[in-house]
């Protein structure tokens, strides 16, 4: 079965420190990949996706994810944390059916200054 | 741009009682979905529509969730008696075709007491 596992419940970085926050799939094709990033009473905004191609994505707010087949891994980076990054992030493959997401449990990431 | 768009943003009610979650996706998109969000379970996909049909509804917990998209730009998520574990968050996410991300609505935060 798919699944998505996000290894780290809680995280909490300084300020301009360098961010990874890890994702593993179980997915039998070529896997499409979400990040989005949840902030407290908000939905789900999407930060990035890799469908194809470069294994490495950029995305918005500075994110980057580099999808990764030999790990089955789909980590995500940004190499300096401002405060306003303090939310939850969530990752995220395109199930079988071609339509649904399976999301991971989610990372919250704190910012201390 | 118009976003998903999703009402009430908060509603409590007593156990029993009917409630109506409601959703207008993105103009345009062809798929819907519903998930839930809780602790203890994190992101779960309840349903989706694909050109207004249900697809998949194996996610909707029992017979007192039930969902409807009566056209293009309306969805409804009915649950019908309410229990207090169906206290969560609900949100409400569209699609369009192709190699597209899912966008998702601000959410319903729904409380049973």
């Known amino acids: 079965a798919q699944s998505v596992t996000q290894p780290d419940i809680h995280i909490t970085v300084s300020e301009g420190a360098s961010l990874e926050l890890r994702c593993n799939y179980s997915y039998g094709a070529t896997p499409y990949l979400f990040w989005y990033v949840q902030s407290p009473g908000q939905g789900l905004q999407l930060l990035l996706k890799y469908f194809s191609g470069d294994t490495l994505v950029q995305g918005i707010k500075g994110f980057e994810a580099e999808f990764k087949r030999s790990q089955s891994s789909f980590n995500l980076r940004k190499p300096s944390v401002h405060w306003s990054d303090a939310a939850e992030y969530f990752c995220a493959v395109l199930g079988q059916a071609g339509t649904a997401l399976i999301f991971g449990k989610g990372t919250t990431l704190s910012v201390s200054s | ?113």
């Open chain 2, 1 to 113: 741009d118009a976003g998903v768009i999703q009402s009430p943003r908060h509603e409590v009610t007593e156990m029993g009682q009917e409630v109506t979650l409601r959703c207008k996706p993105i103009s345009g998109h062809n798929s819907l979905f519903w998930y839930r969000q809780t602790m203890m379970r994190g992101l779960e996909l309840l349903i989706y529509f694909n050109n207004n049909v249900p697809i998949d509804d194996s996610g909707m917990p029992e017979d007192r969730f039930s969902a409807k998209m009566p056209n293009a730009s309306f969805s409804t998520l009915k649950i019908q008696p309410s229990e207090p574990r169906d206290s969560a968050v609900y949100f409400c996410a569209s699609r369009g075709q192709g190699e597209q991300p899912q966008h998702f609505g601000d959410g319903t935060r729904l409380s049973i007491l």
